[in-house]
């Protein structure tokens, strides 16, 4: 006979309640262990993703058709994509450290946070900056074409990371400046609900840049 654990897999439930009885609020590890899922269904969602670019470049550089994968004039910018992953790498380091600091009560995670984000919106300028300068487009070989679809795409996925985070540090800094009010409906505790959302955004987007440093080094270093 199963036991009440197994039948209950998602850990605690809402307890039962008679007919008519306002039902109490979801136990918060029941949202934060959808959290956790929920971002690592979305790396592997990533996963697949990007591998088709991965898989696009080295099948077209064993192609070489007529020999166009990549002409001379075909060359991005090494100075901005080296600084760019270096911010990507650090901005991840910073959040995955905010999660670790809320996680032990510290109040000085939203530092951490604001500089992860803002570290990962300079990326995404520095790669718009590459655009400009680069003698090249999507048209110019089967290498343009992929650089130019991986990065685009990618810079709009460490975008959508960006606002993840920053939605967090943005309810924190919103608690802190209206705490809540006895008897008008406020979250009482709203770190309760933020920490698990931050821990869930700081790994998929340190999961993220580890997908940036693979493409890195396939797009500049290989």
């Given at each position: 006979m199963a036991s009440e654990s197994e039948?209950?897999?998602?850990?605690?439930?809402?307890?039962?309640?008679?007919?008519?009885?306002?039902?109490?609020?979801?136990?918060p590890d029941v949202g934060a262990r959808a959290l956790a899922v929920g971002a690592r269904l979305l790396a592997g969602a990533a996963t697949f993703f990007f591998l088709a670019f991965l898989f696009a470049y080295f099948y077209l550089r064993s192609l070489n058709v007529e020999h166009m994968w990549k002409p001379a004039h075909v060359k991005p910018e090494q100075a901005l994509g080296a600084i760019g992953i270096a911010c990507i790498i650090v901005s991840a380091v910073l959040a995955m450290y905010a999660s670790r600091r809320m996680r032990a009560g510290s109040s000085s995670w939203t530092g951490a946070a604001a500089g992860a984000v803002l570290l990962g919106l300079v990326a995404v300028a520095l790669q718009c900056i590459a655009y400009t300068r680069q003698h090249f487009g999507p048209?110019?070989?089967?290498?343009?074409?992929?650089?130019?679809?991986?990065?685009?795409?990618?810079?709009?996925?460490?975008?959508?990371?960006?606002?993840?985070?920053?939605?967090?540090?943005?309810?924190?800094?919103?608690?802190?400046?209206?705490?809540?009010?006895?008897?008008e409906g406020d979250i009482k505790d709203p770190d309760r609900l933020i920490a698990p959302g931050l821990e869930a955004a700081a790994w998929f987007w340190a999961y993220l840049a580890g997908l940036g440093v693979i493409a890195y080094v396939t797009l500049y270093l290989v």
């Amino acid at each position: 006979m199963a036991s009440e654990s197994e039948r209950r897999p998602l850990g605690m439930m809402v307890p039962p309640v008679p007919a008519g009885v306002e039902i109490p609020p979801e136990p918060p590890d029941v949202g934060a262990r959808a959290l956790a899922v929920g971002a690592r269904l979305l790396a592997g969602a990533a996963t697949f993703f990007f591998l088709a670019f991965l898989f696009a470049y080295f099948y077209l550089r064993s192609l070489n058709v007529e020999h166009m994968w990549k002409p001379a004039h075909v060359k991005p910018e090494q100075a901005l994509g080296a600084i760019g992953i270096a911010c990507i790498i650090v901005s991840a380091v910073l959040a995955m450290y905010a999660s670790r600091r809320m996680r032990a009560g510290s109040s000085s995670w939203t530092g951490a946070a604001a500089g992860a984000v803002l570290l990962g919106l300079v990326a995404v300028a520095l790669q718009c900056i590459a655009y400009t300068r680069q003698h090249f487009g999507p048209t110019d070989g089967a290498y343009a074409s992929v650089y130019c679809a991986w990065t685009a795409f990618y810079a709009m996925g460490v975008l959508g990371a960006m606002y993840w985070l920053e939605t967090h540090v943005a309810t924190e800094l919103r608690a802190r400046r209206e705490p809540a009010a006895e008897n008008e409906g406020d979250i009482k505790d709203p770190d309760r609900l933020i920490a698990p959302g931050l821990e869930a955004a700081a790994w998929f987007w340190a999961y993220l840049a580890g997908l940036g440093v693979i493409a890195y080094v396939t797009l500049y270093l290989v």
